[in-house]
Structures are given as structure tokens and as C-alpha cells.
């Protein structure tokens, strides 16, 4: 039961918001009683800091799917957008954006993981291209990985409409690629570009 609440909750807060969703309405939607899931969750916040933890696991397993399938660093970067675009395009407000506002503690809790996490596999993805020759071999990889999730983050904790958030993410991501990319790179840039219409 405690999962089926964390999954309807989330669904819930991502859809609707954070700080609109109650939890009467959850237990409404659920034909459930308060009561119930006061059994598993003393307050909101405890159910909200645990529904991301899940969104945060859920993202992590299609992020290494997406690895595992060895794609070239530029198409990889093009896939991991994709299949963001497919969990959130349903999304009116950037739910970044709503935890940052609403419940700040549970958004630096979960920063603080997304940004260890998030370094470590643009990392990996700089020195993977720098080997198929994608990006330079000059590149400093520490100041790339920081610059591109200063910019991501950036974008995501303060554009409030999630599709806007979209549209500058592809811009940020083309801008990355553009500032480590070999001529080789380039050219496998402009192809991606091309097949996703960003």
C-alpha cells in the first residue's frame, strides 16, 4: 500500500503541483481514508521527500539503460533528452522549479544527490567522446562537467513553465557540444540536431 500511495502522490504532484495536491485529495483519488496514508506518512513532506527519492531512482535506471545501449557521447546526450522530454512533457510547470519553491529543504536534499550523480555521468560521457575522438582531447573535463550542470540546473530551478524549460535545456546542450566538439563532433552534432528538430 505504501507504494501505491508514493506512486499516486507522485503522479499527483508532478502533474498538479506540489503545494496544490492535498493530502484529502490524494486519499480522495485514491478511495482510500486520510487515515490510511497518515499510516506510512506523518506529514506531506515526508511523503514528498520520498516520491522524489522514487523519481530520482525511476530517472537513474533509464539513464543507465541509455548508457548500457553504447550509443556515440552526442547521440547519448540526445537520447538522455529524449527520454526526458518523454517523463515530463506531460508536465505544465517545471517540477523543479515548484519543489524549489514550495518545499526548499526537500530541493537541496535532492540537489545535493543530483548534482554528485549528474557530474559523475557527464564526466563519463566527456571522456567517452574524447575517446571516440567527439571532443577534443585538450578539454578540461572538471570546468565542462561544472559549466553544464550550472547551466542545466540554472535552467530548471528557475523557469517555471516545464516546456520553456525543454527549449532552453536543447540550447544549453548544443552549446555544451559546440564548446568541447572536434570537427568529427560538429558534424555528428548537426546530424543529432537535425533528427530531433531542436
Known sequence: MKDK????????????????VTMDD???????????????????????????EVVHQKIH???DDIISKNYNAIA????????????????????????????PEIYQKMMCTEIEDCSQMFRQ?????????????ETDIESAVKFYYTLIFSINENTMMEKDAYELEAKALEYHTRAIATEKGITELENQLLKSNI
Open 125 to 137: 560521457n566527456i571522456e567517452k567522446g574524447i575517446t571516440q575522438g567527439l571532443y577534443r582531447k
Open 76 to 103: 547519448e546526450n540526445f537520447e538522455m533528452r529524449k527520454m526526458f522530454k518523454e517523463m515530463f512533457q506531460s508536465f505544465d510547470h517545471s517540477p523543479a522549479y515548484q519543489l524549489k519553491k514550495h518545499y
Open 5 to 20: 500511495i508514493i506512486k499516486k502522490a507522485t503522479d499527483m504532484f508532478l502533474k498538479l503541483g506540489f503545494k496544490s
Open 26 to 52: 490524494i486519499a480522495c483519488e485514491m478511495c482510500i481514508s486520510k487515515k490510511t496514508i497518515y499510516k506510512y506518512f506523518s506529514n506531506k513532506e515526508k511523503l514528498i521527500e520520498e516520491g522524489t
Open 61 to 63: 535506471s533509464l539513464m
